[in-house]
């Protein structure tokens, strides 16, 4: 995999790397938590997945704190989706 940020991809590479919305919503986690799923809240590690929503929704086995790849980001609450919200930001820094 490509790193998401590497300055040296084209947006056509980025949005070949990045054609789906679960490929995205993958690397989102990947970024969020490079070590795995730490719970905002509680800093649990096992979670459930909630996977009836547009990007999966993560809910802490512990607290039931419920969190996305996109809360806390520039990206929470868009319509958009993640792989479009993502292409916004990789086009913002170039």
Request: proline letters at 3%; glycine letters at 4%.
């Amino acid at each position: 995999m490509v790193n998401l940020w590497e300055s040296s991809m084209t947006l056509e590479q980025f949005q070949h790397q990045f054609s789906s919305e679960a490929i995205c919503a993958d690397a989102l986690f990947r970024l969020k938590w490079p070590d795995g799923f730490r719970c905002p809240r509680c800093e649990n590690s096992s979670f459930y997945v909630v996977k009836t929503r547009r990007i999966p929704l993560y809910e802490c086995q512990k607290c039931r704190h419920q969190t996305t790849v996109t809360s806390g980001t520039i990206m929470e609450g868009a319509e958009r989706n993640c792989a479009n919200g993502s292409q916004l930001s990789f086009s913002s820094s170039a």
